[in-house]
């Protein structure tokens, strides 16, 4: 497969560039930081772009190069991101934080934009990943801006999903879990007057396991791109909790209802009728 990869300098984006080329998939990775070790050890089948995809001329030019080079591609994943302004809510730079949320769905919405006339294919559907968590599906206090933007990626996610039915191109997100990343060492390095004790005991929790949850995101990804998973579009998936290889055998229900998606819980979904109209 020809897949392009944001973020692919650090962290989850790294890992899953490094496990796609292992593969033997060709990957075009795009970041801010030099990924010259990577060209170095994959050098006929990685590419990599030093740009920084929050700004759409750049993230317009590198369509460009990668048209040049590639007719089209089969999949893309949306690594790229930062958690930008933490801390309480009422204490934060209204401008950090503003440019926290702005960013983050930039960094998400400018690719999609970009690159969707080079997924558009007649057999297989290309495959597309972008990543959400970070306090997209409860509340995460003193990560309020992180949270917002994870949260409008979901529903950009689902959007798109519904307008390109006819495109074959299916697009889903990934709720990682905690990962030792940067991100990572960076609120165990704020400490917990900043980031809230229970947002840095998880971290130091995680930091010291021996769990290996990075797997899981990587068996995810894989799948994703497969034609295992063709049919399931729109879906904000755990690669922790849920049990994703099942999927398949209940297409149908996937497909015709909300399970795996952001939605309102009603009352009379709880079994309670005080809140709704009858």
């Not at 990934?174 to 704020?190: H, N, Q, S, Y």
């Not at 996937?254 to 952001?262: P, S």
């Amino acid at each position: 497969m020809k897949i392009v990869i944001t973020g692919s300098s650090t962290g989850i984006g790294r890992a899953i560039a490094t496990d796609l080329l292992s593969l033997g998939h060709e990957v075009w990775g795009v970041a801010r930081r030099d990924q010259s070790d990577l060209k170095k050890k994959y050098s006929s089948t990685f590419v990599a772009s030093q740009i920084d995809v929050s700004d759409w001329n750049q993230v317009e030019q590198l369509q460009q190069e990668v048209k040049k080079r590639w007719v089209s591609i089969d999949g893309f994943i949306n690594c790229a991101g930062f958690q930008g302004e933490i801390g309480s809510f009422s204490k934060t730079d209204s401008q950090k934080w503003s440019d926290t949320v702005i960013k983050n769905i930039s960094m998400t919405f400018f690719p999609l934009r970009a690159f969707h006339s080079l997924l558009l294919r007649k057999n297989e559907p290309a495959k597309v990943i972008c990543f959400s968590g970070g306090g997209a599906t409860q509340p995460r206090p003193n990560f309020s801006a992180y949270a917002a933007a994870k949260a409008g990626i979901v529903r950009l996610v689902e959007t798109i999903a519904e307008e390109w039915k006819d495109d074959q191109i299916e697009i889903n997100a990934i709720a990682p879990g905690r990962i030792d990343t940067a991100m990572m060492d960076e609120i165990i390095a704020k400490g917990p007057d900043l980031v809230g004790a229970k947002e840095y005991e998880a971290a130091q929790k995680q930091k010291e396991s021996k769990e290996d949850a990075l797997s899981s995101v990587l068996t995810l990804v894989r799948w994703l791109l497969s034609s295992e998973s063709n049919g399931i579009t729109g879906k904000l998936i755990s690669a922790q909790w849920d049990q994703w290889e099942k999927w398949p055998q209940h297409l149908s229900e996937l497909q015709t209802t909300d399970l795996y998606t952001l939605r309102r819980i009603t009352g009379r979904e709880r079994g309670t009728t005080w809140g709704d109209k009858s």
